[in-house]
């Protein structure tokens, strides 16, 4: 039997509230209310950058049943910039959503994309790519553009530097000027009765530099909570390992967001770690050079062998271009978006379609399966169909953080059952 949860936090504009949670794994199913509308977690959110998801116009993406999606604070700031957005009246309006949205701080773009960046104790300095004027993105600015923008989960402005770095002084360094921006940012939040302020967990894999910065991040008792700064070239027996044991640190009635991921293998792990929100631009991007999620792993269309292909993308799928003309869909085959991948836009349109799509089915199927208790039975079925049947396929590293939830993929497990397909 699941067992109902009646654990509850509510702040001026979110309610979190689990109403189950797997009685093996870390694993929990909710609801978060947003004032944009309602959202079942566990879920994925599409990244649309620019206030767009690239190939999607926003009816499309609402057709994939996404009700939250992810903007880019660094890029709006520049195009159009807070001015222009101030004139529409927010995200919303520019892009025609009627869901709701999520900002990232800015902060991770001027560490990652541009090379000429320096972190200060003020903020990140940096040169614009468009004219190379000096500029600065500190915590006030940072959420002084999310309150522009009107985003519904605002991000605290952190210190980012990758996991991968040998420099501990600096990662420690990193981590403590994440907890005082954290303080920054509250200070300069305008709107916390319409947009809630998530802070981020730093501290790179020192399991020691993430405790602390829990315990600290908790204190100032944001709505919700990020586990930031992986998805770096870090391993992945590290990254659970962080995942694992930041869910356990942080409270039990919060939401928590791990940043940056999206391979489907990484969010069915990261949820019986204890997660509950992920995004990702890799779906979307990986469409464009003609990849096809489906649960038998990822399928390059481009290949010779799908162009008499006239199968569907993926059999039993329920997206708009998966389901037959008699069912209202498209109808599209394998052979067709061999044929148009290389040569048309309609083939990473169709794609980023069906891939949206199968990682919010995924993410339906992954929460019906917590609500029925039968989680770890469906991470069973799941991974042997991804590495088809072969258990010694399957990766070390899902292996060895499911065991540590009480899951055991290469043991044989009764009453194991393939869940429907949506």
Same mark, same amino acid.
């Given at each position: 039997?699941?067992?109902?949860?009646?654990?509850?936090?509510?702040?001026?504009?979110?309610?979190?509230?689990?109403?189950?949670?797997?009685?093996?794994?870390?694993?929990?199913?909710?609801?978060?209310?947003?004032?944009?509308?309602?959202?079942?977690?566990?879920?994925?959110?599409?990244?649309?950058?620019?206030?767009?998801?690239?190939?999607? +116009?926003?009816?499309?993406?609402?057709?994939?049943?996404?009700?939250?999606?992810?903007?880019?604070?660094?890029?709006?700031?520049?195009?159009?910039?807070?001015?222009?957005?101030?004139?529409?009246?927010?995200?919303?309006?520019?892009?025609?959503?009627?869901?709701?949205?999520?900002?990232?701080?800015?902060?991770?773009?001027?560490?990652?994309?541009?090379?000429?960046?320096?972190?200060?104790?003020?903020?990140?300095?940096?040169?614009?790519?468009?004219?190379?004027?000096?500029?600065?993105?500190?915590?006030?600015?940072?959420?002084?553009?999310?309150?522009?923008?009107?985003?519904?989960?605002?991000?605290?402005?952190?210190?980012?530097? /990758?996991?991968?770095?040998?420099?501990?002084?600096?990662?420690?360094?990193?981590?403590?000027?994440?907890?005082?921006?954290?303080?920054?940012?509250?200070?300069?939040?305008?709107?916390?009765?319409?947009?809630?302020?998530?802070?981020?967990?730093?501290?790179?894999?020192?399991?020691?530099?993430?405790?602390?910065?829990?315990?600290?991040? +908790?204190?100032?008792?944001?709505?919700?909570?990020?586990?930031?700064?992986?998805?770096?070239?870090?391993?992945?027996?590290?990254?659970?390992?962080?995942?694992?044991?930041?869910?356990?640190?942080?409270?039990?009635?919060?939401?928590?967001?791990?940043?940056?991921?999206?391979?489907?293998?990484?969010?069915?792990?990261?949820?019986?770690?204890?997660?509950?929100?992920?995004?990702?631009?890799?779906? +979307?991007?990986?469409?464009?050079?003609?990849?096809?999620?489906?649960?038998?792993?990822?399928?390059?269309?481009?290949?010779?062998?799908?162009?008499?292909?006239?199968?569907?993308?993926?059999?039993?799928? &329920?997206? &708009?271009?998966?389901?037959?003309?008699?069912?209202?869909?498209?109808?599209?085959?394998?052979?067709?978006?061999?044929?148009?991948?290389?040569?048309?836009? @309609?083939?990473?349109?169709?794609?980023?379609?069906?891939?949206?799509?199968?990682?919010?089915?995924?993410?339906?199927?992954?929460?019906? /399966?917590?609500?029925?208790?039968?989680?770890?039975?469906?991470?069973?079925?799941?991974?042997?169909?991804?590495?088809?049947?072969?258990?010694?396929?399957?990766?070390?590293? @899902?292996? &060895?953080?499911?065991?540590?939830?009480?899951?055991?993929?290469?043991?044989?497990?009764?009453?194991?059952?393939?869940?429907?397909?949506?």
């Amino acid at each position: 039997m699941w067992r109902a949860m009646s654990t509850i936090f509510e702040s001026p504009a979110l309610t979190f509230e689990i109403v189950a949670k797997c009685s093996t794994t870390k694993a929990r199913a909710s609801v978060l209310k947003l004032p944009h509308g309602p959202v079942s977690l566990p879920i994925f959110q599409p990244v649309a950058t620019q206030a767009s998801l690239k190939g999607l +116009t926003p009816e499309q993406l609402a057709q994939t049943g996404c009700n939250l999606c992810l903007n880019n604070t660094y890029h709006l700031g520049l195009k159009p910039g807070q001015e222009a957005l101030e004139k529409i009246g927010g995200a919303h309006k520019l892009q025609g959503w009627k869901g709701n949205i999520l900002t990232d701080s800015g902060g991770f773009q001027m560490v990652s994309l541009l090379k000429l960046a320096k972190v200060t104790e003020e903020g990140v300095r940096f040169l614009s790519p468009h004219d190379g004027t000096p500029m600065l993105l500190t915590p006030e600015h940072s959420i002084s553009l999310q309150n522009t923008i009107g985003s519904d989960i605002i991000m605290q402005l952190d210190d980012v530097i /990758a996991t991968t770095s040998p420099d501990k002084a600096r990662m420690k360094e990193a981590m403590e000027r994440s907890i005082r921006w954290l303080d920054r940012c509250i200070t300069a939040h305008k709107h916390p009765d319409r947009q809630n302020l998530f802070c981020i967990i730093q501290g790179g894999l020192d399991l020691e530099l993430r405790k602390i910065c829990c315990e600290e991040m +908790t204190r100032r008792d944001t709505p919700g909570i990020a586990i930031g700064g992986l998805s770096g070239g870090e391993a992945k027996d590290a990254y659970c390992k962080v995942v694992e044991n930041c869910t356990t640190w942080l409270p039990q009635n919060k939401p928590r967001y791990v940043m940056g991921v999206g391979y489907p293998e990484d969010l069915v792990v990261s949820v019986a770690l204890g997660a509950d929100m992920f995004d990702c631009v890799w779906p +979307t991007r990986t469409a464009r050079f003609g990849n096809a999620i489906t649960s038998s792993g990822n399928l390059n269309l481009r290949h010779a062998s799908f162009a008499a292909d006239f199968s569907p993308i993926e059999p039993d799928c &329920t997206c &708009t271009c998966c389901r037959p003309v008699s069912d209202g869909g498209l109808g599209i085959t394998r052979a067709f978006i061999h044929h148009v991948a290389a040569k048309e836009t @309609a083939g990473a349109h169709l794609l980023t379609m069906h891939n949206v799509h199968y990682l919010l089915a995924l993410m339906r199927r992954v929460r019906a /399966a917590i609500v029925e208790d039968r989680y770890p039975a469906f991470l069973h079925a799941y991974f042997r169909k991804l590495y088809g049947g072969d258990i010694t396929k399957i990766p070390s590293w @899902a292996v &060895t953080a499911l065991r540590s939830v009480g899951v055991d993929l290469l043991g044989e497990l009764e009453g194991s059952q393939v869940p429907n397909r949506e």
